[in-house]
């Protein structure tokens, strides 16, 4: 699993900026991810943002006083050369359609398409990208609603919610604050097993608050102790969560601490990604858990990183960044040419 945070998108970006062609004179983020990529160019360059959908209504973004420059652009009129960019590019759908909609504007305007991540057999659907990811892969404004959740587990505490102290043996109010907790990252997508060291007889206050919060999820494990697993203890919880983990179809475990993260990533032979660093823990490569884990997560990987070996959708991809667009046409046009042949 590859990984970049907003940190790495704007170093990305940065060591980057020079191959850009120089007589860029707007920027045009794809919403919603490109914007945050578009912004970051645009003021690393000085020069006027503007999102699709406002570019297509001839609209430009607004510019701060400090920011001004005679160079800067006034109307969309004026516009010479559009850098159109999205944050990364798999299939091409959303960089495919931003082309159909701009198919009006390539005579007022020079366009040029481009992504941050793109995979490494992008095509001609690019004109530039800044680097070059293969799959599976994830990114920081993008984890928490991504469908790799389902083949994921994800620790409730400190990444989902607040972790919750029983300071006192006040049982009321301390399945009041369960009941209360303050939600941490916002999970949209499916989750496949959610892991917490709360105990199990507080299982009705957990997942009440999950259904209040939305949190959709397969399964939820809890510690089977008679009592909730504090911060103090994370020994125990570290073995309790890199055994479930193990033994699970995941292929990523999310947890809040980078400590834990390398401990579980270790016992559990499985990457870990820690969301107070930012970062993939990845196992030690040479044991022997490792090697293993990888055989068995092999499909899963290839099923979820859109293989051409698994995905009938990403073998045709393949095939059409391979070859060049006009062979490729004319392969489908024979293809069909022969299946109206063969129905007569």
């Known amino acids: 699993m590859h990984y970049r945070s907003l940190a790495d998108l704007s170093h ?78 798999n299939r091409g ?23 941050v991540y793109a995979v ?25 609603h991504h469908s790799y959740l389902s083949r994921s587990c994800v620790i409730m505490d400190a990444v989902i919610c607040e972790t919750i102290e029983r300071t006192d043996q006040n049982e009321a109010d301390y399945r009041h ?16 097993c959610l892991i917490t060291r709360r105990a199990e007889r507080y299982r009705p206050e957990t997942e009440a608050w999950l ?49 834990r993260s390398k401990r579980i990533a270790f016992l559990s032979g499985k990457p870990v990604l820690s969301v107070d660093e930012h970062k993939i823990v990845q196992p030690d490569c040479f044991a022997f858990i490792t090697a293993k884990q990888k055989v068995v997560n092999a499909l899963v990987n290839a099923e979820i990183g859109h293989s051409p070996l698994v995905n009938r959708q990403a073998f045709r991809r393949k095939v059409r960044r391979i070859f060049p667009s006009a062979l490729f046409r004319f392969a489908k046009g024979v293809i069909a040419y022969r299946s109206r042949k063969a129905s007569r």
């Not at 009941?179 to 499916?190: S, W």
Request: hydrophobic share 45%.
């Open 211 to 259: 259904r209040g919060a939305g949190i959709q999820y397969d399964r939820l494990v809890m510690h089977d102790g008679a009592h909730s697993l504090g911060v103090g203890e994370n020994d125990a919880f570290v073995g309790f969560t890199a055994e479930i983990y193990k033994s699970s179809k995941s292929i990523l475990l999310i947890e809040s601490n980078f400590g």
């Open 12 to 89: 990305s970006i940065v060591r980057n900026m020079h191959r850009l062609p120089s007589d860029i004179d707007l920027i045009v983020g794809i919403p919603r991810s490109g914007i945050l990529a578009g912004i970051t160019v645009a003021l690393l360059k000085n020069i006027r943002f503007t999102d699709l959908d406002s570019l297509i209504e001839g609209r430009l973004s607004g510019v701060g006083s400090t920011k001004m420059h005679a160079g800067l652009v006034d109307r969309i009129a004026d516009v010479r050369h559009a850098l159109v960019i999205d944050d990364s590019l």
């Open 177 to 192: 604050r369960l009941l209360n907790a303050a939600p941490v990252y916002q999970f949209t997508a499916p989750i496949g």
């Open 93 to 115: 759908f959303a960089m495919q359609e931003a082309k159909e909609r701009l198919a009006e504007l390539r005579g007022a305007m020079k366009l040029t398409f481009a992504v």
């Open 120 to 144: 490494p057999d992008a095509g001609d659907e690019i004109d530039f990208f800044f680097e070059a990811i293969p799959l599976p892969r994830l990114f920081e404004w993008n984890f928490s």
